[in-house]
């Protein structure tokens, strides 16, 4: 399929990259790129052989600074409140709650809609020179992608504050030591070693990790007991083929080839 704002890739191991290409833009998200990366999510979670999904920024400058600013700086109250309503549903909590596991590779700058992304995605990697912050009341308004929600729940609370309140950016350093990324590597090594991450993850039981997924996620949903989801997801496991490998190949000493079923 061809795309006007992203490109799509897809190695022997089953590792996908998505990678933004506006670069004249710092790779923000207009609406037709967030309709683009929407179905290359959607393409590659439906593609059996696709174990893992790497989202990264084109380029060594952004991962993607924010929402496209000329396409909703004259919206109306109920224009703004779609934007966010339709941005949520079609892309970042879409992210989350793909089966598939998605990284963030933070190549650059990760402003506003940039970070929320990369915070939708399931963990993040950056390299060294990564900024990350949301700017969102500088422009007159808070962040709407999920901002107010996700950034507390990596970050904690009074960190969530702050960088909201600022507006301000933090270090890749800063963002490792808040555990908002899991590592920070060089530019170089961005890439190499985000794919080497997402190998060791594709030889594992992909339904298992569907159900991880889904169990980690359920206790950041109000009203719902993640304990509980957790007991569901365990027994869900129990009838899959992979279940029966994983144990199998156990018991008889020998490396599992999971059939993803
Ligand atoms: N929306 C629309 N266009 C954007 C953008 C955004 N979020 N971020 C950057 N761009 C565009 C700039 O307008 C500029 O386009 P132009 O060359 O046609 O004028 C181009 O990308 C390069 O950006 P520029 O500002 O010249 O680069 P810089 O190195 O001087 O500054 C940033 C980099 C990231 C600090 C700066 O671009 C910025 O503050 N961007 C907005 C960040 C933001 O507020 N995001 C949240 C949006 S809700």
Redesign the pocket.
């Known amino acids: 399929m061809d795309y006007n704002n992203i490109l799509v890739s897809q190695n022997d191991n089953g590792i996908t990259t998505i990678t933004i290409n506006r670069p ?3 790779n ?1 998200l207009n609406t037709e790129t967030i309709g683009e990366l929407h179905t290359a999510f959607a393409k590659a979670n439906e593609d059996i052989t696709a174990k893992v999904i790497i989202i990264t920024g084109t380029g060594e400058k952004a991962f993607v ?6 396409e909703f700086a004259n919206f109306s109250v109920a224009e703004g409140a779609e934007l966010a309503r339709k941005g949520q549903e079609d892309l970042f909590d879409f992210v989350e709650k793909l089966p598939t596991p998605v990284i963030a590779a933070v190549n650059g ?1 990760a ?3 940039g970070l929320e992304l990369a915070m939708a995605a399931h963990f993040r990697i950056a390299s060294d020179n990564a900024r990350m912050g949301l ?2 009341v ?2 007159g308004v808070i962040p709407g992608y999920g901002g107010t929600q996700r950034l507390p729940q990596l970050v904690g609370k009074g960190r969530a504050m702050e960088m909201i309140m600022t507006a301000g950016m933090i270090d890749a350093n800063t963002a490792l030591s808040y555990g908002l990324v899991n590592h920070v590597v060089t530019q170089e090594e961005l890439l190499p070693r985000t794919q080497k991450i997402a190998g060791k993850i594709s030889r594992n039981s992909s339904v298992a990790i569907a159900a991880g997924i889904k169990a980690i996620n359920a206790g950041f949903i109000d009203g719902v007991d993640g304990f509980k989801a957790e007991i569901d997801a365990f027994g869900t496991c129990f009838g899959t083929e992979d279940f029966k490998e994983g144990t199998t190949a156990f018991l008889e000493k020998r490396k599992a080839s999971f059939p993803g079923k």
């Open positions: 004249s833009k710092l923000a600074a924010g929402a496209d600013i000329s700058f402003l506003g809609g700017p969102e500088s422009l």
